[in-house]
């Protein structure tokens, strides 16, 4: 049985759109000293991190299983409901399971990268290190003679890691039911720019969009090919204020901020563009999804007696 221990944030699928006749895109890279340098690569050789969703403490057939089942899934699924959304295809708004399939690929996107998942991994740790706190004292109060005689010597027992705990609920976030209908149920359209007016980049945190998605004049934007980018919209005030926007400057600025927001890859089909992504990559980052729910996670943690308080 072939494990997959490559793993990619990135599918194939997705990238392959920006490859020229070679078969290979251009991989823009930023340096630690701040360059970027540009080397072509195939979709396989690229997007990805060895073993970034492995499951540590499970046999080496189950340990891939997020990559080798959820993410190979989601991917196929994903690729099928891009080809109906860029063919026009009516199944698009009467097939819920193939609307999902989309939904769920771009909220995939923004949280399955290296970075996210490292913040995940962090907030997991955080929440259990502030349960176990809470949790000490009861324990020790039903504590048997025969038991270890502090909680963390008991839980050694279970020998998952929070690392563990974090891949085994990452894909769980992914199929949020909220965020899902929510997403679902937002105005989509794919929108194409003509030759002349340039090309989409896409990066390591291809998704662009509002705060939030749940207000009237929420948007996402994903660039899914050098001439065409996936917007969805809450009412269609704002989608007609997308369609009347210049291609050329819609462009440029969907390009800084996909570039802004990169940590260490951006793409194209060329190195066309490379001293615009050494001028912007990385200078607009922000909290990644993860990061915004372990922030408000531990705010409302922090607004909660312990139970020493208690």
Same mark, same amino acid.
């Given at each position: 049985?072939?494990?997959?221990?490559?793993?990619?944030?990135?599918?194939?699928?997705?990238?392959?759109?920006w490859?020229?006749?070679?078969?290979?895109?251009?991989?823009?890279?930023?340096?630690?000293?701040?360059?970027?340098?540009?080397?072509?690569?195939?979709?396989?050789?690229?997007?990805?991190?060895?073993?970034?969703?492995?499951?540590?403490?499970l046999?080496?057939?189950?340990?891939?299983?997020?990559?080798?089942?959820?993410?190979?899934?989601?991917?196929?699924?994903?690729?099928?409901?891009?080809?109906?959304?860029?063919?026009?295809?009516?199944?698009m708004?009467?097939?819920?399971?193939?609307?999902?399939?989309?939904?769920?690929?771009?909220?995939?996107?923004?949280?399955?990268?290296?970075?996210?998942?490292?913040?995940?991994?962090?907030?997991?740790?955080?929440?259990?290190?502030?349960?176990?706190?809470?949790?000490?004292? &009861?324990?020790?109060? %039903? /504590?048997? *003679?025969?038991?270890?005689? +502090?909680?963390?010597?008991?839980? $050694?027992?279970? #020998?998952r890691?929070?690392?563990?705990?974090?891949?085994?609920l990452?894909p769980r976030?992914?199929?949020?039911?909220?965020?899902?209908?929510?997403?679902?149920?937002?105005?989509?359209?794919?929108?194409?720019?003509?030759?002349?007016?340039?090309?989409?980049?896409?990066?390591?945190?291809?998704?662009f969009?509002?705060?939030?998605?749940?207000?009237?004049?929420?948007?996402?934007?994903?660039?899914?090919?050098?001439?065409?980018?996936?917007?969805a919209?809450?009412?269609?005030?704002?989608? &007609?204020?997308i369609? %009347? /926007?210049? *291609?050329?400057?819609?462009? +440029?600025?969907?390009?800084?901020? $996909?570039?802004? #927001?990169?940590?260490?890859?951006?793409?194209?089909?060329?190195?066309?563009?490379?001293?615009?992504?050494?001028?912007?990559?990385?200078?607009?980052?922000r909290?990644t999804?993860?990061?915004?729910?372990?922030?408000?996670?531990?705010?409302?943690?922090?607004?909660?007696?312990?139970?020493?308080?208690?």
């Amino acid at each position: 049985m072939n494990i997959p221990l490559r793993h990619h944030y990135l599918p194939e699928f997705y990238l392959s759109r920006w490859c020229a006749e070679d078969g290979k895109l251009c991989q823009l890279t930023k340096l630690d000293d701040g360059r970027v340098i540009p080397n072509r690569r195939s979709p396989k050789q690229t997007g990805f991190a060895d073993r970034l969703y492995e499951i540590e403490g499970l046999p080496p057939e189950q340990a891939q299983r997020v990559e080798s089942g959820f993410m190979r899934t989601l991917d196929t699924r994903a690729s099928e409901a891009l080809h109906a959304l860029e063919s026009d295809d009516p199944r698009m708004t009467r097939d819920s399971k193939l609307r999902s399939s989309w939904s769920r690929f771009i909220l995939s996107l923004m949280l399955r990268d290296p970075h996210s998942i490292r913040a995940l991994k962090a907030g997991v740790a955080t929440q259990w290190k502030s349960a176990m706190l809470d949790l000490e004292p &009861r324990y020790l109060a %039903a /504590r048997r *003679p025969t038991d270890p005689e +502090t909680l963390a010597e008991f839980l $050694v027992q279970d #020998r998952r890691s929070t690392d563990s705990r974090a891949m085994e609920l990452a894909p769980r976030l992914i199929d949020h039911s909220g965020i899902g209908e929510v997403l679902n149920n937002m105005r989509w359209l794919v929108k194409r720019i003509t030759s002349e007016k340039g090309e989409f980049i896409t990066s390591d945190r291809p998704v662009f969009s509002t705060w939030t998605i749940t207000e009237p004049d929420a948007f996402i934007f994903l660039p899914i090919a050098p001439k065409t980018v996936f917007v969805a919209v809450n009412d269609i005030e704002t989608q &007609r204020k997308i369609e %009347a /926007r210049d *291609p050329a400057e819609l462009v +440029t600025s969907l390009n800084m901020m $996909v570039t802004g #927001r990169a940590v260490k890859f951006a793409y194209a089909r060329d190195d066309t563009l490379l001293p615009f992504v050494q001028q912007h990559m990385g200078t607009r980052q922000r909290p990644t999804f993860v990061e915004q729910l372990a922030q408000r996670y531990q705010r409302a943690s922090d607004s909660q007696p312990t139970a020493a308080a208690r």
